[in-house]
């Protein structure tokens, strides 16, 4: 059996979601509305890894001269990242019980997916990194999903996909992979146990 596994909302906070762009702007005191424009722009092709984070940056905040530094910056985006450790001790927990793969299918830049890959340890419990930045394509497009099942070479019917994210479970699941909603951890917990999957 093989988990398929969301990242943001998942196992860890999102990365550099919008309340998080938000914190940025009141923190560093510029104009959001207008990052944030220029965010929606050009957030995508980052994600697919078509941009660095030092390009991403350039198009979204440094396009004018700024009392803050790059470092600074990016030190804050990837401050934001936390760990939901009751998670990560479930996916470690029922990988080591039932010799699980896990296979992460996520939409992530390339620099922040690297970091919160080494910083959480998730290279620790998960076979594979099937992350928009390294495939070039992103949820909900079903190629990701494609991908990750040529990746996993399990049965589809034998794949359960944690994520976050109404619209990705609805792609996952058109393609027959079964899905949960992640809400919380403990509702996650008990739809696992529905499947046979333990703590």
């Known amino acids: 059996m093989c988990l398929f596994l969301d990242i943001g909302g998942v196992l860890l906070t999102d990365g550099w979601n919008t309340n998080a762009r938000k914190r940025a702007a009141a923190e560093f005191q510029f104009d959001f509305s207008e ?32 009392p803050f530094t790059r470092d600074q910056f990016q030190a804050f985006m990837f401050a934001q990242s936390k760990a939901n450790p009751e998670m990560i ?4 927990t029922l990988k080591a019980k039932y010799k699980l793969k896990t296979v992460v299918v996520s939409n992530e830049a390339r620099e922040l997916n690297v970091y919160r890959i080494r910083k959480f340890n998730l290279d620790g419990f998960v076979d594979a990194f099937v992350s928009s930045c390294f495939v070039g394509m992103r949820k909900p497009d079903p190629d990701i999903f494609r991908l990750a099942l040529d990746i996993a070479q399990v ?43 333990k703590n």
């Open 35 to 66: 990052m944030e424009d220029r965010h929606r722009l050009t957030f995508s092709i980052y994600e697919e890894g078509k941009l660095s984070l030092e390009e991403y940056l350039s198009r979204t905040v440094f396009f004018e001269n700024r």
């Open 155 to 197: 049965p589809r019917d034998q794949i359960v996909y944690l994520e976050n994210t109404p619209m990705h479970v609805d792609v996952a699941e058109s393609l027959g992979i079964q899905s949960i909603l992640h809400t919380d951890q403990e509702a996650t917990r008990e739809k696992l146990a529905g499947l046979g999957l």
């Open 89 to 92: 001790d479930l996916i470690r």
